[in-house]
């Protein structure tokens, strides 16, 4: 039974992570230090890992969401800003496996190009993609959210200036 023991450094902590291996979704923990941390075991000696960041606006019910959380967080005052850039990461990987194989991945600072991880490891590695891009849809749905704030504002404003002083004057 060969054993992988991943951790991933470097990583935002409000933005969750995909790790598959052989095309199966694994679950792992954050440390105590903000490194995520799994284990995996295969009787496989050579197994492929991706590594990709998920954004929030990436998802299927996307507005769904963002409705709802815009309604809860008072009409997004205490809402958390969605990731201006929206830059993601890919990381694809195989990695030949002996009884027990560390793998470390030091994720860079987020740019629109260029390299995503280093590896650190003491097997053998064959690195399949590596690279950082950005996700346009996702961006395009930030903007039209954006848009749907300042319009709800705006609306709201309207709505003060003109019952307000109705109110005022009623007193």
Do not use: H
């Not at 030949?96 to 600072?109: A, D, F």
């Not at 950005?134 to 749907?148: E, H, S, Y």
Request: proline share 3%; net charge positive.
């Amino acid at each position: 039974m060969n054993t992988l023991n991943l951790k991933i450094t470097n990583i935002e902590k409000k933005t969750p992570l995909n790790i598959k291996i052989d095309g199966t979704e694994v679950k792992g923990k954050i440390n105590n230090f903000g490194s995520y941390e799994t284990t995996f075991s295969t009787d496989k000696s050579e197994i492929e890992v991706c590594v990709s960041r998920i954004l929030e606006l990436s998802g299927k019910l996307w507005l769904l969401y963002a409705i709802i959380t815009y309604l809860v967080s008072v009409f997004g005052i205490f809402a958390p800003p969605y990731d201006r850039k929206c830059i993601i990461y890919n990381i694809d990987f195989k990695v030949k496996l002996n009884e027990n194989t560390n793998v470390t991945i030091s994720i860079l600072p987020l740019k629109n190009d260029g390299k995503a991880g280093n590896f650190t490891t003491q097997g053998e590695i064959l690195e399949l993609k590596n690279e950082f891009s950005v996700d346009k849809k996702a961006k395009l749905k930030r903007n039209i959210l954006l848009t749907i704030k300042l319009l709800s504002w705006v609306a709201i404003g309207v709505v003060l200036a003109l019952v307000l002083p109705k109110y005022i004057t009623n007193i």
